[in-house]
């Protein structure tokens, strides 16, 4: 038996990253994973070979920051499963790079539609499918808990929302046995952090705040995805947990 057996999951931005890692064990694990992303071509790819693999996962076609696509998805994951047991809003950017000095309203509008508005509109529609004993995953950011340099205006205020979203959803899904719990990566082997393999100013600033001296991998987020997707938290709720190497620790 997995960890998530039969637990019927959509996951956001499972394409690339930590939702892509965080699908595959998922579907490991037992779970039957609707995999969804922006990039219908790379979740396709991947719950493909999952199901060779005789594993179950789903790809369907979605932009969290579409409500009409939301409702799409939820109705069809409905239609298959009959239920959902798990959300991971785990789709989000940090923007290009931009000063204060040349952001403009509406960079700083979409930065924060996808961040956050997104997780509003997945909380929305998929809640209220969920029975008692469903778990829904918020993935923050470190720059949800403080600022860092160098990266979107945006970002920051954005994460840090996502947080008091998922406090805010927490206490008043409690009632229906829904839990909502939030995840603060530190810097994250994937796409987003490829400017830490140059030599650059910006490296060489995160890696010398970081105790253990190493970018986190994947797999060491998606574990905490499973944790929280699964019964093993089942007393947590409106918790916020940090995997960031001793980042924000000092
Ligand atoms: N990588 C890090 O260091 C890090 C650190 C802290 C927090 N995070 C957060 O973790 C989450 C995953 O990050 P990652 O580094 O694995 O990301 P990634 O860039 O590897 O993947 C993000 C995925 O989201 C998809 N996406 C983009 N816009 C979308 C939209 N409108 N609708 C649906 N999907 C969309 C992309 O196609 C991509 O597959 C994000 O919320 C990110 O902000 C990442």
Not at 85 to 111: I, M, Q, R, Y
Request: proline share 4%.
């Amino acid at each position: 038996m997995g960890r998530l057996q039969d637990k019927v999951i959509i996951i956001t931005g499972a394409g690339s990253g930590m939702g892509a890692v965080a699908t595959r064990l998922f579907a490991a694990e037992g779970a039957q994973v609707v995999a969804t992303d922006i990039q219908e071509e790379a979740v396709t790819a991947l719950c493909a070979e999952l199901s060779q693999g005789g594993l179950q996962a789903t790809a369907m076609k979605l932009d969290v920051t579409s409500e009409s696509q939301w409702q799409e998805v939820a109705g069809n994951i409905m239609q298959l499963h009959g239920r959902i047991d798990v959300l991971v809003n785990n789709a989000g950017l940090p923007g290009a790079p931009e000063s204060w000095e040349t952001v403009t309203l509406e960079s700083f509008n979409k930065v924060v539609n996808l961040n956050l508005n997104s997780q509003f509109l997945g909380i929305k529609t998929v809640s209220p499918h969920m029975a008692a004993g469903s778990s829904i995953v918020n993935l923050s950011s470190i720059a949800g808990l403080v600022a860092l340099p160098e990266v979107h205006p945006a970002y920051s205020p954005s994460k840090g929302a996502n947080r008091l979203l998922t406090k805010s959803a927490a206490a008043s899904l409690a009632e229906q046995g829904i839990r909502v719990n939030s995840i603060h990566p530190g810097l994250i082997s994937t796409p987003q952090t490829e400017f830490m393999n140059t030599e650059s100013a910006a490296a060489d600033y995160f890696l010398g705040h970081i105790p253990m001296k190493r970018l986190g991998r994947p797999e060491e987020v998606a574990n905490v995805m499973l944790f929280l997707a699964s019964d093993d938290s089942s007393y947590m709720t409106g918790s916020e947990l940090i995997v960031d190497g001793g980042y924000t620790a000092k």
